[in-house]
Nanobody
Framework: QVQLVESGGGLVQAGGSLRLSCAESGRAFSTEAMGWFRQAPGKEREFVAAISRSGTSIYYADSVKGRFTISRDNAKNTVYLRMDSLKPEDTAVYYC??????????????WGPGTQVTVSS
């Protein structure tokens, strides 16, 4: 069974940095696009960043461009989110997401349980 597990969240002061990791475990045929979403209290879940399997296509939400960097290590089945110049409005639960082929013909979308990021002013 495929699972995604995030780590690296925590409490940081405004202007600080954090690096989130999301490790995939279990048997999968291949992992395609991976990404990060976040959900602040009282708000809907929103897109943060995404990266293609090859790493050649990368997308960011306007709110994080220039501050966040997404990357992946396919050998480790892990995606990362480096967050710099953090702002209080970045406070949210951050979720990892992946499009995974569990067989050559079955593609499913997976979510991790989330990791809390809190930025104090």
């Amino acid at each position: 069974q495929v699972q995604l597990v995030e780590s690296g969240g925590g409490l940081v002061q405004a202007g600080g940095s954090l690096r989130l990791s999301c490790a995939e475990s279990g048997r999968a045929f291949s992992t395609e696009a991976m990404g990060w979403f976040r959900q602040a209290p009282g708000k809907e879940r929103e897109f943060v960043a995404a990266i293609s399997r090859s790493g050649t296509s990368i997308y960011y939400a306007d709110s994080v461009k220039g501050r966040f960097t997404i990357s992946r290590d396919n050998a480790k089945n892990t995606v990362y989110l480096r967050m710099d110049s953090l702002k209080p409005e970045d406070t949210a639960v951050y979720y990892c997401n992946a499009e995974i082929f569990i067989t050559p013909y079955q593609r499913q979308n997976y979510w991790g349980p989330g990791t809390q990021v809190t930025v104090s002013s």
